[in-house]
């Protein structure tokens, strides 16, 4: 064991549980070593909802350590071991055009209710939380979905492009009742009769790693295994998700691979570290394969290093704090879904 290894151990049976690691699914083996909790992120933000720690260090993306604060007591203190990991489809939803956006769908009627996803930054969600909608993840995206759709509301979905135009899909709504609002162009490219004619609006952000999943590479994996079976994760295109067996979130993904008869071949559009991980713990049960290499750089952000750092020393430029005056309203969007 490594000395930092030894460190960060012996810090964490001194604090016992007062202290509580959360380390999302696409963190390093490294930093997973260490944790309390490895979980997608609806079941970190629930974990760190039902946390009584003083202390909880988030390894993962901001936008999840900032749910963290926003659902726990203002006593209790979220840490990141590294503040600089962001995630930048959260970054393409930003408050201000979301506004404009908002103030354009009100001009044009008022049956929209806004659904945001998780990967969005906390004054995007107190947006949603102040407007009566809710967040979702990608394990209970559908769901959300249904339960705005029942109120007889239309969604106003952000940020990723993708998982609103799956979920919906998912639905049975047919592609011509979805629309993409463009945050670069003026009125998000759209007419009046545009919105008219949709149930639900999707912004056009997108996961700069999910993205990367192609046709071309469905037909390689299928080629290259014809008997194998291909699981991806909703945030890829709509023709890659339709073309692959099954899709899921991380949680998701983790249960189909369980579930698999053995000796069975999977190809996984995830990902990388998920995937590198499923293959070496399944390694005597199947056989699991990448569909492409696609890293998330910011979630590799986060190494022993900087764990170490955070948790001998705790910083204050790596706390997350989230303002009071986001605080309430972020909370009620994510209060919502977890009530669902
Ligand atoms: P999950 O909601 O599946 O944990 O995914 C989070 C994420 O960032 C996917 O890219
Ligand atoms: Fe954001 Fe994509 Fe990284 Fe997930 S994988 S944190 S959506 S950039």
């Known amino acids: 064991m490594s000395e930092c290894c030894t460190e960060i151990e012996a810090i964490r049976r001194q604090s016992g549980s007062q202290l509580l690691i959360l380390g999302h699914q696409y963190q390093g083996p490294d930093v997973l070593a260490h944790v309390d909790v490895i979980g997608d992120s609806l079941e970190l933000a629930r974990k760190a909802a039902a946390s009584s720690a003083e202390r909880i260090v988030f390894c993962g993306v901001h936008f999840m350590a900032e749910s963290a604060d926003i659902l726990t007591r203002p006593d209790q203190h979220v840490y990141m071991p590294e503040t600089g990991a962001g995630c930048p489809m959260a970054d393409m939803a930003d408050a201000s055009a979301v ?3 908002w103030s354009f769908l009100r001009r044009n009627g008022d049956g929209w209710l806004p659904v945001v996803y998780v990967n969005s930054t906390a004054t995007v969600k107190a947006f949603c939380g102040k407007n009566g909608g809710s967040a979702c993840t990608s394990s209970n995206a559908p769901r959300v979905f249904q339960w705005a759709l029942k109120q007889d509301r239309k969604i106003f979905f952000l940020p990723d492009i993708h998982l609103g135009i799956n979920s919906a899909h998912d639905l049975g709504i047919p592609d011509e009742e979805t629309a993409i609002y463009d945050y670069r162009r003026p009125d998000g490219g759209l007419s009046a009769a545009d919105l008219h004619r949709s149930r639900i609006l999707v912004w056009g952000g997108f996961c700069p790693i999910h993205v990367n999943f192609t046709v071309a590479d ?4 299928r080629s290259n295994w014809p008997d194998a079976k291909i699981i991806v994760h909703p945030e890829a295109p709509k023709e890659v998700v339709r073309m692959a067996d099954a899709h899921g979130s991380t949680s998701q993904i983790i249960t189909y691979v369980r579930n698999a008869a053995p000796g069975s071949t999977i190809v996984i559009g995830t990902e990388s570290q998920l995937v590198k ?13 990448m569909l492409k290499g696609s890293f998330c750089p910011n979630m590799a952000k986060t190494n022993e290093t900087n764990l170490l750092r955070v ?5 204050d430029r790596n706390r997350v704090r989230v303002a009071q005056y986001l605080a309430a309203d972020a909370r009620l969007c994510l209060e919502r879904m977890l009530s669902l």
């Open 99 to 101: 506004d404009r956006a």
């Open 277 to 289: 991980r499923l293959a070496s713990e399944f390694k005597d049960r199947l056989s699991i394969r």
């Open 218 to 221: 469905v037909q390689a994996a």
């Open 311 to 315: 948790l001998r020393d705790w910083p």
